[in-house]
Structures are given as C-alpha cells and as structure tokens.
C-alpha cells in the first residue's frame, strides 16, 4: 500500500511538472493567472546604467563606471512601494544594454564590475520579503553588449539567456512574474520563447510570464492592431507563444477588453498589464533634473481604468542617481495609495458606474484628417487610443444620456501637443483647452453644472456635490491654443 501511495504521489508529481511546461486552452484564468490577478497593482523599478547617463535606451557601449550611485537604498524602494500599497515589485534586472543589476557569471557588464558592487536583485528580494509583498523581474531579450547575440546560431544566445535566468531563479527567492521585452529585434523563432518558458516554470510553475508586444493580426506576421481595437474574442494570434498574459508597453486597452487569443487553432484565456510612468513626462529611467510627477487625479482615473476587468497595472517609481526614491516622487505613490485606500487584505477599489458608455454623440465640428478619423463617437467608445477632434478652436460636443441614471463625477482624458525632451524619448504634454464649462439639459434648457477657467490638463477629474439627472450633457469650449480633441469624457455614477 505505501508503494502505491509513493508510486501515486510521483505520478502526481510528474503530471503537474509536465503540465507547468504547457499553455493549456482555457476561458478561465489558470493558477499563475488567478496569482497575476489577485495581485492586481505592481510598482515597476527602472535602475541601471542609463540612470547615471541620462538616456532611456543604451546600446552597451556606456562605461560600466558610470554606475555608481552614491547611497544605494534598495530597502527604501521596497519599503515606499509597501507603503504606497503596491502588492509587488517588478524590477528591471537587465535592459537592452546588458548591464545586469546581478553579479552573473556570464557577462563582466555587471554591478560586481561596478564602483557599487551591491546585488540589486538580491537586496530587492530580502526586501519585498521583509515587507511581505510579491517579487518579479524584467529582463530584456535584446542583448546589445552580449556578443553571443549576432552569433548565426541562435541557440547560443538563447543558452546565454537561459543561463542567466537560472542565476535569477535560482538565488532570489520565488519570483511571480517574468517580464520580457525586445523581441521586435529578431525572429520571433529565434528567441526560444518555449524553452524560457519550460525553464522559468521548472522552477515554479505559478510564475506568469509574458513578451512585450504579445499579439499580432496574423499567426507568423508582425502586423499588429493595437490592444484598445482588439475587440472581438479569437480574432487575434499569439506572437510569442507560450506568453500568460498580455503586454503591449504603453498602450492601454478599452473598457470592453477581450481575453481569448488564438494559436495554432487553439483558443487562450490571456489577461493585460498595463505600464504607466510616475512622471508626467513619461521617463521611465530617472535623470539629473527632477521632473514632476503626474496628477493625482489622473493617477487615480489610470489605477481604476487599468485595473478594470481582470487586468493588471505596473507603474514606473524609477531611483534617481543617488540611488533612492526621490521624496516628492516617493510621496505621490504614497499619496495615491492612501487616496485609494489600498490594502493587502482588501480587494482593489473600483471605479463608479460609466453611464455614458457608446451613447449618442455629436460635435459642432469634427477635424477631416487624411488616415485617421476624429469622429465624435470616438470621445465615449471605452478607448484610450482613439479620440474626437474639432476643426474650429470653439467647439462643443454634445452627449445623450438617459435621464434614469443619476451622476456625480465626470472625467475628461485630453488630447495633448507634445515637446520631446533631450533623450529623445520622454516628453511635456500641452493642453489645448484653456476655459470651458460642463452643461446639462434641464427643463429643456442648458445649465451650467461646472465652469473651469484654467488648462484642462492630462486629466479632469470632477467631482459634483450630488447626483444629477439628464437627458443631455454638453463640453463647450470657451477658449483652446488650438483646435480642441478629447480621449474619453466618461460620466460616472461614483461609490
């Protein structure tokens, strides 16, 4: 009988870690997923050799001298994150340049070979085990520094990544999430997705894994329709398969969001995480010049829209060259989770009711642009991606509602002209609409219920003093630096 039961027990053992090396078909979330899900809101590390030189993107030729921050504090990230409600860290460990926050055995382009030779991944696990919340890793495909990487076979590299990856697996405690990026740079065949896929699963089974720029309009192909249009259920194909859930940095999906995505016939369930910056000018790696953080208004409006429907957010607290959180930067995460009222033991908060979801809308004027359209539907459609533009710099627009369904909040995502910075990347965005009021159709009459006389800005947030009913709302723009464009203007039935 004891035979039985051990020769029983390995067969269950065995089932379950072949059954970790699969992607099962679903349209239910598998147990990596359920963790992914649960976990819900993560705070995304950006730290490395580009912060000491001011740039996003580097191609490994940097010094790996100019690492070398002078009060590194690895503990202060984690602790900000736990106080800011974060439920994990996902740490860039290696990005396109190379340069690993690890001592590795396989490359010297590394933090042991630095002026600091501190493991950063290790201090960020003991860390998020002191505070009890969840690690995970970001670690970039495309390689610029590894020579391996333009080897003609490409097994040599990938045996390079799977060595690297057993180092991360295997010296820094359970790690949920595996996030990878740079794909676009090579064959989707020639990055041995599967084999990093069985590898990380080998090592536990629950971590979810993914590669940006998941999926594509065709099996095979590159073109791609982005994540906001993919409205429909087994209409879009893996890219990089086996992937858990979804990435597509920095776009964000629409309220309708879909979950089933083909490969080889086979349908998938497939979650999405968002990523978000901080920064309100969208840098994901810190510079020398402090740089102000976004609202708190859009940061709460980010959080509940990304959130939503099962899906997941990371946003980008980076350290600056001293090697810690800036205060300000530090207190705005905080801020935000104090204002949500986020904790560990309790569900993520939600948004209110949206009422004025893919109602009817017309403008005043709509821009005729020659590839893209600026269609006044597009201001309710649920998407972040798409939005109404008028041809005259006064315009209004004019949303039906039905008068059953009271509300209290209104929000309105603002199209922005945008400034590049001197990395070539980040960027400042500029309001158009100076003035404007918020009207709705009383007793047959149009009454101002709100009127802002400063820039609309990324994101206006109002909030009413009580509920309202109607038939009709209106934005008229009162004064704009140009012609006016809105994202999304949702009018919301709140908690």
Aim: net charge neutral.
């Amino acid at each position: 009988m004891k035979r039985i039961f051990i020769t029983t027990f390995l067969l269950i053992l065995a089932f379950n870690y072949s059954m970790a090396q699969v992607l099962i078909p679903t349209t239910k979330p598998n147990l990596a997923q359920q963790d992914m899900i649960k976990r819900g809101y993560g705070m995304f590390i950006h730290f490395g050799i580009n912060t000491f030189n001011n740039i996003e993107w580097s191609d490994g030729t940097l010094p790996v001298e100019s690492y070398n921050p002078t009060d590194l504090d690895p503990d202060q990230w984690v602790r900000t994150a736990k106080e800011a409600g974060f439920r994990y860290v996902l740490l860039v460990t290696k990005h396109h340049d190379g340069f690993c926050l690890w001592d590795s055995k396989y490359t010297t382009y590394d933090v042991a070979s630095s002026p600091v030779k501190t493991d950063v991944v290790k201090a960020v696990s003991e860390a998020c085990k002191k505070y009890g919340i969840g690690f995970a890793i970001y670690y970039s495909l495309w390689d610029r520094k590894e020579p391996t990487y333009k080897d003609r076979d490409p097994q040599k590299y990938i045996n390079y990544m799977l060595n690297q990856l057993t180092e991360l697996f295997t010296n820094y405690g359970i790690i949920g999430e595996l996030w990878l990026d740079g794909g676009w740079d090579r064959k989707q065949s020639d990055w041995g997705i599967d084999q990093v896929y069985s590898l990380v699963k080998k090592f536990n089974p629950r971590c979810a894994i993914s590669v940006n720029h998941t999926i594509v309009n065709e099996e095979g192909k590159r073109d791609f329709t982005v994540p906001a249009n993919m409205t429909e259920d087994n209409k879009y194909f893996f890219q990089y398969f086996p992937s858990d859930f979804r990435l597509w940095d920095p776009k964000i999906v629409t309220k309708f969001d879909k979950k089933q995505y083909l490969h080889e016939g086979k349908s998938y369930y497939l979650p999405f995480e968002h990523t978000v910056c901080i920064s309100k000018r969208l840098n994901w790696f810190e510079k020398t010049q402090a740089l102000p953080t976004r609202d708190l208004d859009e940061l709460e409006e980010l959080f509940y829209w990304c959130t939503d429907n099962d899906n997941c957010l990371v946003m980008n607290v980076p350290p600056d060259q001293t090697g810690r959180i800036r205060e300000y930067v530090a207190n705005t995460a905080i801020d935000l989770g104090k204002r949500l009222n986020l904790s560990l033991d309790k569900p993520l908060p939600k948004n209110g009711k949206f009422i004025s979801m893919n109602t009817s809308v017309t403008a005043s004027s709509t821009l005729e642009g020659k590839k893209e359209q600026y269609e006044s539907s597009y201001i309710n459609d649920g998407k972040m991606d798409s939005r109404w533009a008028a041809k005259d710099t006064l315009a209004s627009v004019e949303m039906q509602l039905n008068p059953a369904d009271a509300f209290n909040k209104i929000t309105i995502f603002e199209y922005q002209d945008t400034e590049k910075l001197p990395d070539g990347f980040s960027e400042i965005r500029i309001s158009r609409i100076q003035q404007y009021s918020i009207d709705i159709m009383q007793n047959g009459k149009w009454e101002t219920i709100y009127l802002g006389d400063e820039p609309m800005g990324d994101c206006k947030v109002i909030k009413l003093p009580k509920r309202y009913n109607s038939s009709k709302l209106r934005l008229k723009v009162l004064k704009a630096t140009a012609p006016p464009s809105i994202h999304e203007l949702s009018v919301i039935n709140m908690l």
